[in-house]
């Protein structure tokens, strides 16, 4: 016969257990969850860029979610006078910068245009000068990007005479705070096309996708968690001994 207080302890423990199990293996279910949304997501992307380019005005009339990711063709002027660096982008397992350059337009907008990569230790010199964009009109074809929103956690460089040359994020609203003409809210990504690079010409970076992200390994993570919990549960139920009362206290 069980002791009462072996048996009431057991169950408690045995509630305890299954609570931890239903909380692990709902953690893992939600992180397949997100990793399903990544891959929609991403099957999303791939197939926007493989859509024929647009017109700017095209763009423009789209709905903001159905911008990001299209295709574009754009033409203007470059104003390397106005350019920025968006920091913290990595190229072949490399840190450095992208260079983003205003690109004018004939109704007297810009719009950034993300050049392509430069060397971290580049961007620590007069990179304005080593990275003067072509002159004269110019066509392009890229990748839209719609504007980036600054979060909390992260805290831009401070302004020098109210300008920022060096940015975390393409926060156009932002930016077009300190350039002199009104900026089209988003930027447009070069994307390589398989010409020989030569020196001070930033290096095109292909968009991709956003990746499939930790969120399969933390899925796997978790319910190992709940099966090892689930076995060691088990085992300690097997080995220990049936009817054995608690040790009595000494006088």
């Not at 910068?97 to 620590?124: F, K, S």
């Amino acid at each position: 016969m069980v002791h009462p207080f072996v048996a009431g302890r057991r169950k408690y423990m045995t509630v305890l257990v299954c609570v931890m199990l239903l909380v692990l293996v709902r953690l893992g279910m939600w992180q397949l969850e997100r990793h399903t949304q990544r891959m929609d997501q991403n099957s999303k992307i791939m197939e926007r860029m493989t859509i024929a380019p647009v017109e700017l005005s095209d763009i423009e009339s789209l709905e903001a979610a159905q911008r990001d990711y299209r295709m574009v063709v754009v033409r203007g002027t470059y104003d390397t006078s106005q350019q920025i660096l968006w920091r913290n982008r990595e190229y072949s397992g490399r840190t450095g910068y992208h260079v983003m350059t205003p690109l004018r337009l004939a109704d007297g907008r810009a719009i950034l245009v993300n050049r392509g990569w430069i060397y971290y230790q580049e961007g620590l010199g007069d990179w304005q000068r080593a990275y003067q964009a072509p002159t004269g009109e110019q066509e392009i074809v890229g990748v839209w990007r719609v504007s980036q929103a600054e979060f909390d956690q992260i805290n831009e460089v401070p302004l020098v005479d109210g300008r920022r040359d060096k940015w975390f994020y393409i926060d156009v609203a932002a930016i077009a705070a300190q350039t002199p003409y009104q900026l089209v809210d988003g930027f447009v990504e070069l994307q390589p096309d398989g010409a020989v690079m030569t020196a001070g010409t930033p290096i095109p970076t292909e968009t991709s996708d956003m990746g499939m992200g930790s969120h399969l390994s933390y899925a796997v993570q978790w319910f190992g968690f709940a099966l090892i919990l689930l076995v060691g549960y088990i085992v300690v139920q097997v080995r220990r001994p049936r009817g054995q009362a608690p040790p009595r206290p000494q006088d």
